[in-house]
């Protein structure tokens, strides 16, 4: 079993609509979790962290539930900006475990 | 924020032969990463670069493949050695600034972006 785990995708979308992506994990990369950002050619950003209590940044929302080893990113209201794709990351020791990915896109 | 040179941006390379990849970093920083990312996947972590102390490889990497210097702290090398068409990929080197420890935020290189023929 892979480390970091994601749907790949492709999620096409219209513009407005709300789209979620989720990522499992295993206990060698479960220390921490991220999600960042790579748009086509480009390296990857992050995007934001994800806290156990849930955090939110503008139209993003991440959720971590260890008992599930599962988290996730929803975003709502998609812009056609919002194209890209989404890496989960678990962190373990002094390492960082990047997922499949999943790619967006938002469609005019 | 950290600001990494990372090069040859791209190139093509013959089967048998080697390529030093060089990462330099416009600040000081302990943690460093080398990252493959073949085409349509995503980043597979193949070493961790601490200065001061051996790389350590992951599964599946190995050092003679795989050489990796870390002399300073703003500057590491990886080679790719005795290449194959397998090895095309891009390769990103990666920093955690010391004053980012533990928030996940790690500072990419734009890549280099190599074929192997």
């Known amino acids: 079993r892979k480390e970091v785990e994601q749907d790949p995708g492709p999620f096409n979308v219209p513009e407005g609509a709300t789209v979620a992506f989720n990522c499992t994990y295993s206990?060698?990369?479960?220390?921490?979790f991220f999600w960042y950002r790579q748009d086509c050619r480009k390296e990857p950003k992050l995007l934001m962290s994800v806290y156990s209590s849930g955090n939110e940044d503008g139209r993003f929302t991440a959720q971590l539930n260890r008992a599930s080893q599962y988290i996730s990113l929803l975003i709502r209201d998609s812009k056609l900006s919002d194209s890209a794709t989404y890496l989960c990351v678990g962190s373990g020791t002094y390492k960082y475990i990047f997922g499949t990915g999943t790619r967006l896109k938002v469609l005019a | 924020s950290a600001v990494i040179s990372q090069k040859p941006s791209r190139d093509i390379c013959q089967r048998g032969t080697s390529l030093t990849i060089q990462c330099q970093v416009d600040s000081q920083v302990t943690m460093m990463f080398w990252y493959r990312q073949q085409p349509g996947q995503s980043l597979t972590l193949i070493a961790t670069?601490?200065?001061?102390?051996?790389?350590?490889?992951e599964s599946g990497f190995v050092i003679d493949k795989f050489p990796i210097s870390r002399p300073n702290l703003t500057f590491s090398t990886l080679t790719v050695s005795n290449m194959s068409p397998e090895d095309s990929s891009i390769y990103l080197c990666?920093?955690?600034?010391?004053?980012?420890?533990?928030?996940?935020?790690?500072?990419f290189g734009e890549g280099s972006r190599l074929t192997v023929l």
């Open positions: 206990n060698s990369a479960s220390q921490s």
């Open positions: 990666s920093v955690e600034p010391n004053d980012r420890g533990g928030t996940g935020e790690l500072f």
């Open positions: 670069a601490n200065q001061g102390s051996e790389a350590t490889y």
